[in-house]
């Protein structure tokens, strides 16, 4: 499994959701929690969007 850091410790301290997803995306990947933070911080990511690239 190939997953960014920001990923890895969002997994195990549940904290800083936004910094995990702006890691992750930075990193081109959208990661499991990327539906959580979609319902958290609806203004900053649409829900429809399923590449990394169009998160930018």
């Known amino acids: 499994m190939n ?3 920001s ?3 969002y997994r195990v301290f ?3 959701l936004w910094m995990a997803m702006v890691g992750a995306v930075s990193d ?3 990661p499991e929690f990327s539906s959580g ?3 958290e911080y609806p203004d900053l990511l ?3 969007i399923k590449e990394p690239g169009k998160a930018c």
């Open 3 to 5: 997953l960014p850091v």
């Open 7 to 9: 990923d890895i410790v």
């Open 14 to 16: 549940k904290e800083n």
């Open 28 to 30: 081109w990947t959208l």
């Open 37 to 39: 933070f979609c319902r």
């Open 46 to 48: 649409d829900p429809s």
